[in-house]
């Protein structure tokens, strides 16, 4: 039995001493079943949340209200849910009340899909209320009930749709198809970071490709945010493998789509990488010594841009040689950071006998590049002397 199983059924374990039910539910159910890596086990129970946490020692409240509470054993969190049908949906999106019950198939028939809506117990047994298995074998993404209904309730689930589609590489049912169509745009309605989630998996997923031509066939691509503003065919000739890589080639593409980012509310981290990597792109073009490029951009932007590059060829013959001499010399560079050259403002304004002013950080910058060029040596004599050379050249202007 895999870890995770293994450690999670000591809390399925626990609520039977105690008198309840537990399950292992969705996702790893399904992953289970496919033979694939396990990332997280959730369990169901009909234990209500104050319960879970009078049972168990550590326990997190991470949304005790929809019945949720997380459950820690030796450091691994497990989200222990009670089973709970979902009250009426009046936006398009997560339902406006939960309510909890104390039957397992109440619990597996709110769940979005055939696939994800099965339960396993301690010992492995499966309870399949709507077939998962079956669409299991034939590869198939089948909504629990009508489709229509369910992407009615929440939209996201049309998203959900089509990344279990890239990750998994199966088909999506006919009724799941002909229900995106009819109900893309309301999309509209849910948060945008809830979009990112999904469409970030269907980027990293194992068929990609497929996804997005049904995104493209269905019109979601007008519903999405930041995506709405892409052209079909830039969306679908891309080959990139993650979102944040395909933010930057469509914004590299059509540099005006850089006012629409925001829609998808991206971390600051995420905004620092994508207008770091767009920057390097356009260095790139100017001709500069590979080094400087590596002093100045961190790995994984290099690695990053190289990724693009090799899927998409964006990037010159020669802009493409100097971003990997650039990965290669990275961790051989004279300096990594101004702190480490052998001089500073004021060693420089006290051998050159001159005040502080712009000056000194031009010269500064100078210096840097000529150190990190190897055209002077990384010690204080060898850089005044070449600063005063330099000044020289220039007319004593430095
Ligand atoms: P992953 O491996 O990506 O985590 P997952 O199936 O575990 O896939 P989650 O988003 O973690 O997906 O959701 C856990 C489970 O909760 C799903 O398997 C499904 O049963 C249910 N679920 C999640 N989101 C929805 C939704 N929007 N509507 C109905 N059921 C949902
Ligand atoms: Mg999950």
Redesign the pocket.
Known sequence: MNKLFKVASRIISKLEEEGYEGYF????V??FLLNRPI??V?ITTDALPDDIERIFDKTIDVGKEHGTIVVLIDQDPFEVTTYRVEGDYSNYRRPDQVFFTNKLSDDLS???FTI??MAMSKDMKVFDPFDGQVDLKNRVIRTVGKAEARFGE?A??ML?AVRFMS?LDFQLSEDVISSIEENGKLLQHIASERSFVELD?LYRGKNPQVAKSVIDKTNLLHYLPFFSHVSHENFLSSKVSNLADELILQIYLKSDLHDYLHELKPSNKLKAYINNSLSLIETLDTDIDSRIIAYRFERTVLEGVTEINRTNQILTQSSSHTLSDALDKKESLIIKDRSELAINGKDLMDALGIAGGPWLKEALNLIEIAVLTEEVNNNKTDIINWVKKHANDQNGTI
């Open positions: 539910v969705g996702g790893s399904r992953d990332n997280d959730d709110r769940r979005d994800n809506a929440d996201l689930r959900r990750q998996k």
